[in-house]
């Protein structure tokens, strides 16, 4: 089947009331992406015409599609007349012979995973897969080799509840039976909704064939609670490390450590226990250590950590960041910075140390500033360099100064201390001998 001949619905309105959030469930993130954001990103590569079911949060639903997607239709269910996931079908209308619907409650799949349902040799093609706890899902009856009907949890009997395969909520329809079926649900059911699901027993009825296909417990979670979307988030972090680890990164302890879809490897890398990499990150060549922190952000040929933060837009060559040593929006090549150290909006060369307790003061509480620092630079502990500033090569900055002229030229020191006073005798003075 080629890529256009497919359309792609992804239900998407509902209000997931179980999440217990004011945030609408399909923007609740997975490794730093909404989990519409991946349903829609495996959709793209089966098919060019993809339309999104919206209406709970339509405006903040389509803005951030909108951010990451061009071209992806939305469609408006009216869940106030027809609610549920066959409500969401009412107004569509399908390009293509063949239409596969995806709930959009289901980050996990992936292109591979949907390829059982691109074939036309049946009127409907149905995911089920057995669950020894099918709590939540709708029960799939099947009678000798046939699927019967579906049966949502709240509307199932004793028996019913008793069926562990269960419905995963992927569905491959051939365009007649869209036009035929929707129109034909009705609401009359636990939950007063809509269900798509009784499209099967309709046209089970009338002699259709409809093909189940055993699915992935894993790719196939839907995703209704808090919980599941923890679950959900393991199962996807196991997957992003385990394709860095095949491509040779190291972990330590890959369990404690979290990395998002965007972030990117090169080289031979090293990521020890505890460290949490987001964004558009890309290490190269690096070694990052325990506990560190790492947002949208370039490393490169570095050691960073333990215990250091890079925040977003820095970009850090050939250096040694250490622990609890702070860094935003500022770009380092050949730098020390080892101990203790915020270092914001701030541009520094090669063959500089930065001693610890080194801040750049970068805000007056209006603005933020920049402070540029030279190569071979030796900057001592404790020193407060209050932007905007420029420190040019090869200078020494002595411990303790707050450095504030705007420029310090090449081949001088800037110092700034009081003559240190003794007061022989006051300690006992103060708290007596002991
Ligand atoms: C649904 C299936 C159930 C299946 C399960 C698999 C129905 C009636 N039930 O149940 O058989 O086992 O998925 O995960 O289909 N949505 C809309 N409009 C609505 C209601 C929901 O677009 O009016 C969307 C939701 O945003 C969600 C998806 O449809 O992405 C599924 O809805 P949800 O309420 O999670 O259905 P389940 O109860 O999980
Ligand atoms: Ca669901």
């Keep these: 089947m080629k890529k256009n001949d497919i359309s792609i619905i992804i239900l998407a309105a509902g209000k997931g009331s179980r999440m217990k959030s004011s945030k609408a469930k399909v923007l609740h993130n997975i490794s730093g992406k909404p989990m519409l954001y991946h349903i829609i990103k ?92 099918p709590d939540g899902y709708g029960r799939v009856h099947i009678k000798r080799g046939q699927v019967q009907y579906i049966v949502e949890q709240k509307d199932a009997n004793e ?3 008793k069926i562990k395969s269960v419905n995963a909520g992927i569905y491959a329809f051939s365009k007649d ?12 059911n636990a939950q007063k909704e809509y269900y798509l699901t009784d499209v099967i027993s309709m046209a089970k009825k009338d002699n259709l064939n409809i093909k189940p296909i055993v699915v992935n417990k894993e790719k196939f979670k839907g995703v209704n609670s808090k919980k599941d979307l923890s679950d959900s988030e393991i199962i996807m972090q196991n997957k992003i490390k385990e394709k860095w680890m095949t491509l040779g990164v190291s972990m330590q302890l890959p369990s404690t450590i979290y990395i998002e879809d965007s972030v990117t490897f090169k080289g031979e890398c090293q990521i020890e226990n505890g460290c949490r ?26 050691d960073i950590g333990p215990l250091a933060h890079i925040r977003p837009a820095s970009y850090i060559k050939d250096s040694h960041i250490g622990n609890f040593v702070e860094i935003k929006k500022s770009s380092l090549e050949g730098v020390k910075a080892g101990h203790l150290s915020y270092i914001g909006d701030a541009q520094i060369s090669e063959g500089t140390n930065i001693g610890a307790g080194t801040i750049t003061c970068n805000y007056d509480g209006i603005n933020k500033y920049k402070t540029i620092i030279g190569k071979n630079v030796f900057i001592g502990s404790d020193t407060q360099i209050i932007a905007p500033i420029t420190i040019e090569d ?39 001998k002991k």
């Design 159 to 161: 028996d019913e509840l």
């Design 277 to 302: 990499l987001t964004g558009e990150t890309l290490i190269d060549n690096s070694h990052i250590k325990s506990g560190s922190v790492i947002e949208d952000s370039i490393v490169k040929n570095s």
């Design 394 to 432: 090869d200078v020494i900055i002595a411990a303790g100064t707050t450095v504030t002229s705007g420029k310090i030229e090449s081949g001088s020191m800037a110092i700034n201390r009081e003559k240190l006073k003794t007061i022989k005798g006051f300690y006992y003075k103060y708290f007596g």
């Design 177 to 188: 039976v869209i036009e035929k079926y929707i129109p034909l649900l009705s609401n009359n």
């Design 42 to 133: 495996a959709s793209l590569e089966i098919s060019d015409d993809i339309s999104v079911v919206i209406a709970h949060q339509k405006e903040k639903i389509q803005e951030q599609m909108n951010s990451y997607f061009d071209d992806i239709n939305f469609i408006i269910q009216d869940t106030k007349n027809f609610p549920g996931t066959g409500g969401a079908m009412k107004n569509i209308k399908p390009k293509n012979e063949k239409v596969l619907v995806l709930n959009g409650d289901m980050p996990l799949i992936d292109a591979q995973s949907l390829d059982g349902f691109l074939t036309t040799d049946a009127d409907i093609i149905m995911s089920i897969f057995e669950l020894e706890n």
